[in-house]
């Protein structure tokens, strides 16, 4: 349990904010429609695929920046930020939070599109 508290006392906010920055990206795509041609079940397999894919991404990348680059901290970072990653996925899924990403999301775009028709 020891190892447990260690790890995630000097690993936990930087991994929360993978796990998050994750999310945001997944959002973002979901938000622009862009696997709506596919079925719903393939989605769902698309959206696994990409989350443990921005998973690893994130892990090396954060490992290379603290310089421990190593195996068992990539599987280690990697599950970790994957599990963070699946628990604000579902946290957006069932509270209002998703509605307020979606409309800030929907107003930044109306924002963009009036100032480039000025």
Known sequence: MDEFISFFAEF????????????????????CNLFTGLQEQTRHFVYVGISAGLSVIGSIIYLLIVGQFELNFI????????????????????????????????????????????
Do not use: C, R
Request: glycine share 4%; proline share 2%; net charge positive.
């Open 75 to 118: 599987v280690a970072i990697t599950l970790a930020i994957y599990a963070l990653n699946q628990a604000w996925y579902n946290i957006f899924k069932v509270t209002s939070f998703n509605d307020l990403m979606t409309k800030l999301l929907t107003k930044i775009i109306e924002v963009i599109k009036a100032h480039s028709k000025e």
């Open 12 to 31: 936990g906010l930087p991994i929360t904010l993978i796990a998050f920055a994750g999310i945001a990206i997944l959002g973002i795509m979901k938000y």
